[in-house]
């Protein structure tokens, strides 16, 4: 059994453990590595800096039975920009806990580069929060395999047609002809072509060029609405951080989301 392995990892949660150390969950390219950071929270600790939720580093550990421990650790990137920004904070949060809940034991690589990219995103206030939100929630199905079917409607096969309805249920997009027929309609969002063609882009586009584009208006809120409503009908989950995170943006934005019942 090995006893020493490096990694580069995210800390996506930092939780006290003992009297003085504490424990943080690393995303790393093999999955997530639960580690145990002796006297991480006594004044003057070597470790505090580099073991700080959302810092990205590089972490040399040694395994003793069933645990990890923190033997050494180089901060590579350490995203401050979130660390003034309670909104950023609070989306953050959201993401680490839907990775903690939808990862496997599997290597996932793709998971740490979507979470490295969106953080460089909410750390440089370079995208509208929202946008970074309904990327992250879109590009994550993607990821796990459980990702809408929008190459065109696959009734009349029309692929870009004027007027989509994406339906959450069957992760499918029809043209609005054809939805004036289907069964079920009771789980769908009539969009504008500009919202379809972000998310063919965000689901399938290669992943360094997945921020690479802009929504206006109207456009931009039918987008979000989709993103997280098609995430939490597919994964029928419960996210206290999202709930956050919505109590932070007030009231008025609260009524564009929709739980699924
Ligand atoms: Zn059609």
Known sequence: MQTHLTLRGLVIRETAFHDA?????LLTEDGIRAVQVRSARKAGSKFAAQT???????YCLRCSGERYYLDSAVSLNQFYGLR????????ASYFSELIRKTATDQPQPQLLRLFLLSLHYLSAHSRPVLLVKAVFELRLMAELGMMPNLVCC???LQYLPAHPVLRLREADMLCDY???????KGTAIPVKQSVLLAARHVIYVDM?????????????GEF???????LLNRL????PTLKFFRELNGPETEQDFILPE
């Not at 700080?52 to 590089?58: D, K, R, S, V």
């Not at 360094?208 to 931009?220: N, P």
């Open 208 to 220: 360094e060029r997945l921020f690479l584009f802009r929504l206006k208006g109207e456009s931009a």
């Open 84 to 91: 003034t920004d309670l909104e950023a904070l609070a989306l």
């Open 52 to 58: 700080q939720l959302f810092t990205y580093g590089e």
């Open 21 to 25: 150390d504490k424990m943080i969950d």
């Open 236 to 239: 029928r989950m419960f996210f």
């Open 178 to 184: 054809c939805f004036q027929f289907a069964e079920d």
């Open 224 to 230: 979000y609405a989709y993103a997280e409503q098609y």
């Open 154 to 156: 696959p009734v009349c």
